[in-house]
Antibody, heavy 122, light 107 residues
Framework: EVQLVESGGGLVKPGGSLRLSCAAS????????MSWVRQSPGKGLEWVSYISSSGSSIFYAESVKGRFTISRDNAENSLFLQMNSLGAEDTAVYYC???????????????WGKGTTVTVSS | DIQMTQSPPSLSASVGDRVTITCRAS??????LNWYQQKPGKAPNLLIYGASILQNGVPSRFSGSGSGTDFTFTITSLQPEDFATYYCQQSSSIPITFGQGTRLEIK
């Protein structure tokens, strides 16, 4: 079964850091572009970041550029999001998602994890 | 950035009804438009990609159409499990952007 499982969320103080993980199983992780998408409480979906299958191509939303770093470990079938200088506006459920195009990018997500919740509060 | 404007923000309908949601892009995105369904507390679920292609396993009562800047999403004969929030998303260019969502409620 194709599956994505996020972890690493929690409560963090403003200005703090957190590292999210996304464990992939049931497919050849190293062949697929991956993304992070977040959803603030009661709000819509916001794309955060994207990383190509090899990790050579990376993009960020302007709202997180310079503070968040996406990475992946294809040997461990894992995706990461390092989040620094967190503010209240980063409070959200963070989802990882798989791009359906093998060894390419379609810029949409056909498989999603259940999400991990990040709360930034003093 | 490409802005996605989705309407209506909310919609009340009854089981068996036909409903239509529209999504407009701020510039042409050709057919790079996708639709997701999201239920409370759950992750989004891809229903349609490429404006009109039904994702595997999605019931045929869901459909999408359009190209360029104007797109529609239709559910024929609403079922109880269809009451959810629906989002459009453009995949033409980075940054990926979503519509604001349409909450479909039971009348």
């Amino acid at each position: 079964e194709v599956q994505l499982v996020e972890s690493g969320g929690g409560l963090v103080k403003p200005g703090g850091s957190l590292r999210l993980s996304c464990a992939a199983s049931g497919f050849t992780f190293s062949s697929y572009t991956m993304s992070w998408v977040r959803q603030s409480p009661g709000k819509g979906l916001e794309w955060v970041s994207y990383i190509s299958s090899s990790g050579s191509s990376i993009f960020y939303a302007e709202s997180v550029k310079g503070r968040f770093t996406i990475s992946r470990d294809n040997a461990e079938n894992s995706l990461f999001l390092q989040m620094n200088s967190l503010g209240a506006e980063d409070t959200a459920v963070y989802y990882c998602g798989r791009d359906p195009l093998r060894r390419g990018s379609s810029y949409y997500m056909d498989v999603w994890g259940k999400g991990t919740t990040v709360t930034v509060s003093s | 950035d490409i802005q996605m404007t989705q309407s209506p923000p909310s919609l009340s309908a009854s089981v068996g009804d036909r409903v239509t949601i529209t999504c407009r892009a701020s510039q042409s995105i050709y057919s790079a438009l996708n639709w997701y369904q999201q239920k409370p507390g759950k992750a989004p679920n891809l229903l349609i990609y490429g404006a009109s292609i039904l994702q595997n396993g999605v019931p045929s009562r869901f459909s999408g159409s359009g190209s360029g800047t104007d797109f529609t999403f239709t559910i024929t004969s609403l079922q109880p499990e269809d009451f959810a929030t629906y989002y459009c998303q453009q995949s033409s260019s980075i940054p990926i952007t979503f519509g604001q969502g349409t909450r479909l409620e039971i009348k």
